[in-house]
Structure formats: C-alpha cells, structure tokens
C-alpha cells in the first residue's frame, strides 16, 4: 500500500519507493560537483524541523567578504508520513515552518531559487558528500505522569539513531556539530562511542570530529536573527574538533556582533544550555503562586510586574500565560535530573528547584478551568454543555507551534468537565496533539491519557474565521497573545457571539477600559493573575446604581410636574 504524508493545507506527498533513492543520490551527486568546483563547502543538516530548516538556510545564505556564496546545504529529513512534506515544500524554496518573521520566506526562497545553495532530501548517502553534519533531530524526554517530571525518561531514539548512521556514511574528515538540546554528557558519553564503534567496524581509526553547539532559536518575530544574530556557545571533543567548529561558526554565525563563547568540554556547553532553560522555567514557575496571590487579593499581577521592570536587575522577569510549552521549557530540566543518574551514575538526589518548577509549569493551565467554570458559575451557566471558544492553540505569540502549549490543557479539562471547544488560531491550521491524539505526539504519550472523556476532541478542528468561532459562545478564553486577539473590541466580541459572555484573560491581554467595558456590556470577566477585575466590576456596578438612581429620581420628579 503507498504511504503518503500531507502537509498541513492538505497536499499529499508519495513516500518515497526503493528505486527512489538510487536516483535521489545521482542527483545530489551532481549538484555537489558543480558546487564543489564553485569552493564551496558541503554542509548537510540533518532534521529540517523548527530549528534545522531555518538554520539550514542561514548556513546557505552564508557570503564571504567579497559576497560570495561559500557553503552549499543540504537540508536530510526521514521521510516518515508526519515530516516528509517539509522535503517537497523546502526544495521549492517554501518554509516548512510558519512564523511571523518576514526574513524566514525570502531567505529560503533566495537560497532554493537564487543563490542555488540550499536542496533537500531523505537520502541518508547525502551524508556520504559533507564536510560538515549539522544535527538538528530531536531528543525528548518523556514524562509518565502529569506534574512529576521525575516520572519520566530521556528518548534519545532518534538521535541514537541518527549518530549511527551518520558514523556509517561520513567521511573521517567530516565535523559533526550536535545542535540537539541533550542530557548533558551525551556528545562525549553516547555520542562519540556509538560513532567509534561504527567508525572502527569501517576500518576508520581517527576518532569522529564531534562538537556541540546548542540553539538559542526563538521561533517568531525574530526567528533568523534568533540563530544568526545571536551569541554562541561551543566545545569541541577534541582540539581538532573545536578548532573545526569555531571556524564553522564563525563563517556562518555573526560571531562579530555576537562573540562566541567556547568551552573546554562538550558537556559544558550541554549543561549551559539546560541550566538557562531551566532558570527561565523556574522564574515562569515562582510565579504561579503570586498569580494565585493576586488573584486572591484584588492585586493585578501584570502591572505589579511591570513595576518590576523597571528597575534593571529585574527586567526580565515576565508574567506566565497558561503553562510555559514549548518544545524546550517543559523537558529540558528532564534531561539534566535523568542524566545526573542514568549518564553519570549518582544516586543520591540532589534536585529540588528544576523538577519542581517544571511540574508547576507543566500543570498551571488547569486553573484557567477553574475561572472559566467560575466566571459561568457568575452569570448563572453551568460550564458542562458550555459552548467555550479557546483563541490561541499554540504556546506562544505569533507562532505555529502547538508543542505541549498550555492551550492543549484547558481544552482536555473543559472537555472532561462535560463543556463543548471551539479553538482559533491564525497560525495553525492542524492542531494535531488533538486531532491525531490518538497517534501524536505518540501513541503512547498523548495528554489524552491523563483525562477522561476525551475521544470527540478528535474531531474539532481549528476554526479560521474568528466571527464563526465566537457566533453563540457561552465563553471566550484569550490564551494566546497572537496581535490579532490583542486589539479586539469588546462590543465587536459581544456582537459576534450574540451576546454576553464570559471572558477568560490568560496572558493580560485586556486593558482596564476594556474588562470595563465587558463588565458594561453584562459579560463576566476573570483573568490568570488579575485579582483587580472585581475592583472594576464594583465600579461598574456602583456606576449603574447611581444612573439608575439618577434615572429614578429623574421620573420622580416628572411624576411630580
Ligand atoms: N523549537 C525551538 O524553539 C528550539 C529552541 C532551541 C533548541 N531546540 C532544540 O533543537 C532540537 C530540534 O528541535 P526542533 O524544534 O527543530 O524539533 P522538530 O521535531 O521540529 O525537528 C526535528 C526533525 O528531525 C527529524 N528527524 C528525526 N530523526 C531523523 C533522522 N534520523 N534523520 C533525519 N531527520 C530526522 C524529524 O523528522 C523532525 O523533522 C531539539 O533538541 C530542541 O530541544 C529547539
């Protein structure tokens, strides 16, 4: 039977056959020797998923000082049914990503159609023609249980998998740079021996090049210049391949804006990029509890942080949205607790702060629940056969990426407390943890499993037309601070769902005048961290009293003339 992969406005893509392969090589084959006799350096990344399609084509928009093009890429994906589309969509020069950032589509157009410096394939021999291997393949960590992130296990399948073959193709001279965020220890401790065993069984007695450079990729607005224009971190496993990989990234990376920083040893530069991420879960996670504090005392969390702000050593403290997802925020922690005992042999205990913050991260979406059964509750609904609109399926502003987004939580509780979801989202028009739940992220590991009731989520569908989605809706719930749900007008919001609803504020989307103006117009307003709403429907309420007086007496005096 043919297997086919869709992509995700629908077209089908036949997977490739056996006698595919034979002609896929001929033809990179060919492209590489006109593009050697051009000097220009083989670079075959590996993984063309969020990370690895735009860092393929920075690496293949690279220009010496003459403005010469100087590294040819080729972007290798598996062709498996969920991944092998972005192959066809990147080869005619399309992003298999959707992001915000105006650079993404141009840069890959000018790389395909241009410069000529950018081809992809599901070839694995393309390994055999590079100088350099880029690894951007994932490596997960997955969790048993909701909120123990302790219950869980590093899967290092994939990148297992694909060390070993790429140590069965390259060539001894050929760099690999791991860019996957890993367990730190993985490049000297699993890494470099499964690729010496391979490299030995070849009769090859150097040892690979491995290095490890992490991404800091922030998908979005400033998506290029987030792998570009950004500061580095790099360790060789030995001095030839550090050296190597310095020279690499300096060619492609802005190194000159943006110094790098080399260490001694792969797993510091492993650890340095788990330690960042998981301070940046632990100061989203300390903050769930003032949230709750705020919410519990009339205090408006987001102007109180704002106030912070200002004051420089504590600029970045930022407000958590409904869960902190993302690909990275949510596992990495993970992956350096598991490392500690199942890389480095302690027994001992001795993380507190990581796990900790993670499980709060990975289980804050749920209150949002709450304050949508409450803000019901207010107006007299029950929340069970509720019609409720999500705005917002993925996990952060102005991106496609639905990856363990807080969003997906409030749809599955809503959802087993008997309410009926509606979700919109410009940015994505598959919300495959939902509908596929049953096979994606695995089979194994879907949310759906920590939730009952859940079976019909496989047949919603993320709705485009915003004024459909709100038509009759009991509740709206802004998860995602996507620019178009930030200018919204509340009585157009009303008008279009027919009539007053509850509001559910996730990220401090709502200004003052406009909660008010919900309140005006009869809805029911409530917010993560806003415990000053009450405040503004008192004022509301004493308001009406007052005209309402004022109308009183009005009629009372004309009864009397
Ligand atoms: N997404 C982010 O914002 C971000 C930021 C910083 C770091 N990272 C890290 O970068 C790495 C990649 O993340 P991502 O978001 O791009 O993941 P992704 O799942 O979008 O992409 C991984 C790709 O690798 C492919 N792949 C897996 N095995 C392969 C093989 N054997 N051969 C060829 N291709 C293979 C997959 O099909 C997929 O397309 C992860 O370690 C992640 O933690 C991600």
């Keep these: 039977m043919k297997q086919y992969s869709i992509c995700p406005d629908g077209e089908k893509f036949k997977l490739p056959e056996p006698d595919d392969y034979e002609k896929e090589y001929e033809r990179l084959k060919h492209i590489v020797q006109d593009q050697r006799k051009l000097g220009r350096e083989i670079v075959v990344v590996m ?13 293949a928009d690279t220009e010496d000082e003459d403005g010469n093009t100087t590294k040819f890429v080729i972007g290798m994906q598996r062709p498996s049914t969920r991944s092998y589309w972005k192959i066809h969509m990147l080869n005619r020069g399309l992003p298999p990503v959707q ?86 220890g993985t490049t000297e401790q699993v890494a470099y021996p499964i690729m010496r065993k391979v490299f030995r069984k070849r009769g090859i007695e150097k040892d690979p090049l491995l290095a490890h450079s992490f991404e800091r990729v922030m998908p979005g607005k400033h998506y290029v210049a987030s792998i570009r224009d950004f500061w580095r971190v790099c360790s060789g496993i030995n001095e030839e391949a550090g050296n190597r990989v310095v020279k690499f990234l300096e060619e492609v990376i802005n190194t000159k804006e943006y110094p790098m920083t080399v260490l001694n040893r792969p797993i510091e530069s492993e650890t340095a990029k788990i330690i960042e991420n998981s301070f940046r879960a632990t100061i989203l996670a300390f903050l769930d509890e003032w949230s709750l504090f705020a919410e519990r005392n009339g205090v408006d ?63 804050r979406a749920l209150h949002v629940a709450q304050l949508t059964r409450d ?60 509908e596929k ?42 998860a995602v601070r996507h620019k178009h749900y930030l200018d919204l007008n509340p009585d157009s919001v009303v008008e279009m769902a027919g009539g007053p609803l509850a509001i559910i504020d996730c990220f401090g989307i709502l200004d003052d005048d ?36 004022a109308l009183g007496a009005k009629h009372g005096t004309d009864s009397v003339t």
């Design 99 to 184: 992001a915000e950032d105006p650079e993404v589509a141009p840069m890959i157009h000018r790389c395909v159609n241009e410069k000529k410096s950018l081809t992809a394939t599901f070839t694995y021999d393309a390994l055999k023609l590079a100088d350099v291997v880029v690894v951007d393949v994932q490596c997960d960590y997955l969790k048993e249980s909701l909120g123990n992130v302790r219950d869980g296990r590093t899967d290092m399948n994939a990148l297992e998998k694909s060390l070993e073959i790429i140590a069965e193709h390259i060539s001894p001279e050929t760099l690999v740079l791991i860019e996957t965020t890993v367990a730190p």
């Design 301 to 363: 969390l987001i102007k109180v942080l704002e106030a912070i702000r200002v004051r420089p050593t504590h600029s970045n403290i930022i407000f958590p949205g409904p869960g902190i997802g993302g690909y990275c925020l949510p596992k990495d922690g993970g992956l350096g607790v598991w490392a500690y005992r199942h890389i480095h042999g302690f027994e001992d205990d001795i993380f507190k702060i990581t796990p900790l913050a993670i499980d709060i991260n990975d289980t």
């Design 437 to 478: 739940q049953d096979e994606y992220p695995s089979s194994t590991h879907s949310l759906k499993r920590f939730f009952r009731s859940q079976d019909k989520l496989s047949d919603l569908r993320v709705e485009q037309d915003l004024k459909q989605a709100l038509s009759g809706t009991d509740a709206v719930i802004f």
């Design 47 to 59: 993984g063309v998923g969020f990370v690895g399609a735009v860092m393929a084509a920075v690496v």
């Design 514 to 549: 406009k909660i008010k103006r919900y309140f005006e117009l009869g809805c029911e307003v409530k917010g993560l961290g806003r415990g000053h709403v009450k405040r503004i429907k008192d004022q509301v309420r004493a308001e009406r009293e007052e005209m309402l007086l």
């Design 375 to 434: 803000a019901l509750r207010n107006m007299s609904r029950p929340l069970a056969a509720a019609e409720i609109l999500l705005l917002g399926a993925s996990y952060r502003e102005d991106v496609g990426d639905t990856r363990y987004s807080g969003s997906e939580l409030v749809v599955r509780r809503l959802t087993e407390m008997g309410a009926e979801l509606r979700v919109h989202d410009p940015y994505v028009q598959h919300w495959w943890e939902i």
